[in-house]
């Protein structure tokens, strides 16, 4: 919890009362822009009121956080040979031991023990008013109670999700110490997610809306003045790092190839766009695009259920078809579809291959088609931007 004797101690303020000049550190582990984006409403809020910011994470993150303009402190990161079989292996065994491999091995033992000593020589020498987690990200989780850091947990998942990974990496956390996942607990829990989708077993749950849709910059007119539905389509930025993703985005496009749609495909840095083969040309492919630009146009948007992209669309009053891949992604999937705002379609084998092409299509076709679903989107946006706004929130945890 956090404490009122840090209140204002940089300025003298009361207790009670928030004062600016503080540090807030926020900790990332692997995952790329789905683990860093729900941080950034509260960087964003810190600096806005003259506090200090600092991100710490692997240094694979370095040029995503210099982009968004904050300080970034290279962590350390497990060899690639070391998280690569864990990768690859994800989306192929089952739910119970994909949670065991990403949550507790990769996560919990190999990312939180290389981060450990960058993690402690910034707390010991920085000494953050705040440290704001990614929950992935167990280094902090250690350092902080020795430190008497206050922390808070920023989600990514749901929160049964969340609350199951603490469990699951419980192993390896208490090779830290018993005590590691009984205070993962008593921290506050701080989420984007709205209630009627993700009731929370956090005893100290706080919600927030991300900040008010921005109109983002115009799109290309890469469709020559086509003014068909616009499809976003996104398998997030870790499925690039896998053997198998150019056969994920073949049967992508092939489901989309017949449709009366202009359609974007992003595929994330890593991957080599001379993989995909011929594409169709209702396609557009690019490397990266700033969800922002992308969700104010979209009529629909196609992906594997991560996160950050369906609260994303949802937030932005966008209907989905959830193609789940692995970890999260299948119950992001299934609350979305019984919320009425998208459709699923689970993969016949182990990942998604071509069989599973005609499904996707008739999936996006029918949530084109039908007025409710983009109504049921707009419905759950509605109830996350009545939530408090991150400044709110920071201000809350500064003063309790």
Request: aromatic share 6%; charged share 20%.
């Amino acid at each position: 919890m956090l404490r009122q004797e840090l209140v204002g101690r940089r300025s003298g303020g009361a207790a009670g009362s928030y004062a600016v000049g503080m540090r807030v550190l926020a900790a990332c582990s692997l995952g790329g822009a789905g683990h860093l984006g729900p941080l950034l409403p509260f960087l964003g809020a810190a600096r806005r009121r003259g506090d200090e910011t600092l991100v710490i994470g692997p240094p694979a993150m370095a040029a995503m956080v210099e982009e968004t303009g904050f300080t970034f402190v290279a962590g350390g990161e497990p060899a690639e040979d070391e998280i690569a079989p864990i990768r690859e292996r994800l989306p192929v065994v089952s739910p119970q031991e994909a949670s065991i491999l990403g949550n507790r091995e990769m996560f919990g033992r190999l990312a939180a023990t290389a981060m450990l000593p960058a993690m402690e020589r910034t707390c010991a020498r920085w000494r953050p008013d705040l440290v704001l987690r990614d929950p992935c990200e167990y280094a902090s989780a250690v350092v902080a109670p020795r430190l008497g850091l206050p922390t808070a947990q920023v989600a990514i998942s749901l929160a049964e999700v969340e609350a199951g990974s603490i469990q699951v990496a419980r192993p390896a956390l208490d090779e830290h110490g018993p005590d590691v996942a009984r205070d993962l607990w008593a921290t506050p829990y701080l989420t984007r997610f709205p209630a009627s989708l993700d009731p929370s077993p956090f005893p100290t749950t706080i919600r927030f809306r991300g900040p008010a849709a921005a109109a983002g910059k115009p799109l290309p007119d890469w469709w020559d003045g086509s003014d068909a539905p616009f499809v976003y389509l996104t398998f997030g930025t870790v499925l690039g790092h896998m053997t198998y993703a150019a056969d994920v985005y073949r049967t992508a496009l092939q489901a989309v190839e017949g449709l009366d749609a202009r359609v974007l495909l992003t595929v994330g840095r890593k991957f080599d766009l001379a993989d995909l083969g011929p594409v169709p040309p209702n396609v557009r492919v690019e490397g990266w695009i700033d969800q922002a630009d992308v969700l104010g146009p979209a009529d629909v948007v196609v992906c594997h259920g991560g996160s950050g992209t369906v609260f994303g669309a949802l937030a932005a009053g966008v209907p989905l078809v959830v193609v789940p891949l692995f970890a999260d992604q299948s119950e992001n999937a299934r609350r979305t579809t019984a919320a009425g705002a998208g459709r699923t379609v689970d993969a016949d084998a182990a990942t998604i291959g071509p069989d599973d092409a005609p499904r996707i299509a008739e999936a996006i076709a029918a949530v084109l088609a039908t007025p409710s679903y983009r109504a049921r989107a707009e419905r759950i946006a509605a109830d996350m931007a009545a939530a408090p706004t991150p400044d709110d929130v920071l201000d809350e945890l500064f003063t309790r």
